[in-house]
């Protein structure tokens, strides 16, 4: 039986997946494609965590001369022999990443790009003792290894990388240049974007335009920033954005692929969670899931498949988009509230949407919003555009329940500001008045976004109401608020002790699918008694017991307080 290769998580080498044994899903027909609709500069935007790494890292690895063929064994590309004979190992590569340049200032900057080029030049050191390279020829590249270069040289480092390889081989240069915006997106948020972009333009015009070395380059990116911003005059240009059908299977894990990974890691039984979870983005006209998920979903229910899914890919960087889009929310004309509404319910929302947007003018207008969400993989397409005009959705369970989350921390925040509120809902709870509980809690729901759970195949349980009623209760001092907790025979939604009192709370929440809430909060009190909830309480000597059911749909609720 053959062994069960290691998952990748984090690793974007191709090298190191293919040497080391790793699982690999092949996407080395991205080779075949990229050859056939040739390009001089070639640019790929896709949502981060799509596999925009390792693929530049396997372009290297298969153009570059001295590259090692068996890497390719068993591979699409591998069975294209004249195509190899070609190309594989043939051409001189200058490869850098620009996604570690996240600084707090331009001079920070400028340094992180002084160090990326540094190192690229250090993996090129082959150079230093070239016989087709003259003395000024390695004079140029010291100063490419020079840490205090100015700025000058490094605008011009990529241009003359390419320069000095060619005279060395004899073989025009592929240029790779991952995560190219990342720069501008962090000098868009720290405040110094206008130096950034001069400099950004200065270093691509060099590369990619005035450059008699360049064979063709590839660059990948988060968004497709305006060409007359960064791109100016490449005539050369060619955009694969994601409504593009060009190399639309080629980033993400189509569902054949995803049915063959799960496969070979015995969890064939996961498939539906996983695509509820992971799935529901459109690239083209190819539907796919987030690699990174999967990965991780994978490596987490190997050794303990019962685990619930959750969302990994919020963790990977910061969620400054929706934030602003929630903010924004807020602050709009009440349909852009109900469009929100509809999103998190499942629902489609159409918007005309803008692709070269500049980072300073993402969070200009609500517009610019809409598409920013649509080009980070918040929102994705469905059926076909009319034009710029796209049916946006929220495109799996992990995105949404991102947005949610934002969502209860927005509300929770304006809570916060209610002592006044709180106080008399906490107060209500603890005299036992349903209600007036249930007047006050349905008056907090009108603040916010309405979630049901018709969004996916299978429901889960109230967590969004749950998630209100928890932040409402975090602010009464004196009060430790338990969720979740181990109670009885079973876990208790909601459990609240109160300081210096022999009071306890006990707090079911239901969401009434079919609208009937006086039902489901009879369900709730029945689950309380049935599982013996209690019990906690009456082992810490808690005499006086209030026990609560609360049933949702949309923004109305209905109360019930058990009976002595």
Sequence with gaps: MEKRKKLPIGIDSFEKIRRDHFFYVDKTKLIEQLLEQWGEANLFTRPRRFGKSLNMSMLRYFFEIGTDPSLFDGLYIAEKKELCEEYMGKYPVVSISLKGVNAENFADACSFLIKIINAEARRLQFLEDSDRLNKSDKQVFQKLLDFGMDQSTLIYSIRELSELLEKHYGEKVIILIDEYDVPLAKANERGYYQEMVLLIRNLFENALKTNDSLKFAVLTGCLRVAKESIFTGLNNFKVYAITDVDFDEYFGFTDAEIRDMLHAYALDAHYETVKEWYDGYRFGKVDVYCPWDVINYCDSHISDPNLPPKNYWANTSGNEVIRHFIESVKEEKKLTRMELEQLVNGGVVQKEISQELTYKE?????????????????????????????????????????????????????????????????DALLDGKPHLVEQLFTAYMKKTISVRDTFVRRPTKENFYHGILLGILSFKAGWLVSSNREAGDGFSDIMISIYDSDVGIIIEVKYAEDGDLE???????????IKNYEEAFLDADVRKILKYGIACNRKQCRVILAEE
């Design 362 to 426: 993402l969070y200009d207008s609500m517009d610019n919003i809409w598409s920013t969400l649509f080009m980070t993989g918040y929102l994705t397409q469905r059926g076909e555009p009319n034009g710029n005009r796209y049916n946006l959705v929220i495109p799996n369970r992990e995105i949404r329940n991102i947005i949610t989350d934002h969502i209860l921390k927005l509300f929770k925040d304006d809570v916060e500001k209610d002592g006044e509120m709180v106080g008399r809902f906490c």
């Design 519 to 529: 039902a489901e909060c009879k369900k709730a009190i029945d689950q309380i008694e």
